[in-house]
């Protein structure tokens, strides 16, 4: 079997017919078969794709011929072969559901207006410079900082990306206005929305992390800023960047320490649990608290 890999990529540029890419989209990946994710919008394309290393050379190659998409920096990491049970490819208004389909623009450079980008080496060389005055602020769903994430950075309330900006917008943050602010995620799509988000509301001076986590991970392991294993939306659930990473996430019924996530029990709830091994062989402990709630209170009905 040829050695296996993922992919993680995104470009922003102008896309005029959507659905066009799409379909060349499909050939391509369908043509190598490759499975994954991919979301095309007028700002251009987000994907992840696993498969044979060979094969998702070639996508990449043909990817980067696209009009806007030749400076695609395509992040790799180890595979399976069985991230993925299926190709999907979509068209969204958004390359990252925000809920503002307008908040950005986007010419063949890229996001206009978004955050400062920093190579790994540059954000560790403006903590250096400004110390502590710097902020880290995590562009992520709260639930993925549980296992990992920038030391002492902020962790925003949100659920999903859709409550982002009125996170941003409630006060809570406007104390870090004139503050140096590193916005970061897995591979920096996010961040390109949410430093314009932030740029856009006062935000005086804001960097986002070029690549992301996995840039940032894949240069420095955990060495120097990052601390915890990385959470990843597809079957591996999360990676690590070296072989004795630092494990800071805490099980929901022991607080034993823990990396790994589990699909709640519940089958109309999409929820994660963070759980043990131990804690994990119990079947309840992977049911969500409104489940054992209803189930308790029909015990006391009964």
């Not at 870090?176 to 988000?197: D, F, N």
Request: glycine residues 10%; hydrophobic residues 35%.
């Amino acid at each position: 079997m040829e050695l296996q890999k993922v992919i993680l990529y995104y470009g922003f540029a102008p896309v005029a017919d959507p659905e066009a890419l799409k379909l060349w989209q499909r050939t391509l990946c369908e043509s190598l078969n490759l499975k994954g994710r991919i979301i095309i919008s007028k700002h251009g394309i987000n994907g992840t794709l696993g498969g044979d290393m060979s094969a998702l050379k070639k996508y990449v190659r043909q990817t980067k011929q696209y009009p806007g998409f030749k400076k695609i920096d395509f992040k790799w990491s180890d595979g399976t072969g069985s991230e993925f049970p299926r190709l999907a490819i979509k068209i969204r208004p958004e390359l990252v559901a925000f809920g503002y389909p307008d908040e950005i623009q986007v010419d063949v450079n890229g996001v206009v207006n978004g955050g400062k980008h920093l190579a790994p080496y540059e954000v560790n060389k403006l903590v250096e410079e400004r110390g502590e005055e710097v902020v880290f602020f995590d562009g992520r769903n709260a639930f993925e900082a549980k296992i990992g994430k920038f030391k002492d950075a902020v962790v925003p309330d949100v659920n999903t990306s859709r409550d982002f900006v009125a996170e941003v917008e409630s006060g809570k943050y406007d104390h870090l206005k004139e503050k140096p602010v590193v916005t970061y995620c897995t591979g920096g799509i996010r961040c390109e929305i949410l430093s314009a988000v932030m740029k856009n509301r006062g935000f005086k001076e804001v960097y986002q992390v070029k690549g992301g986590i996995v840039r940032y991970g894949n240069k420095f392991g955990d060495k120097e800023l990052w601390e915890g294993s990385l959470y990843t939306f597809d079957g591996r659930m999360a990676v690590d960047f070296s072989e004795d990473p630092k494990v800071i996430g805490e099980c929901e019924q022991c607080q034993a320490p823990t990396k790994q996530f589990y699909n709640c029990g519940t089958p109309t709830c999409h929820e994660l649990i963070l759980l043990c091994e131990p804690c994990s062989k119990i079947q309840s402990n992977k049911s969500c608290i409104h489940d054992q709630s209803k189930a308790r209170d029909k015990e006391l009905i009964g």
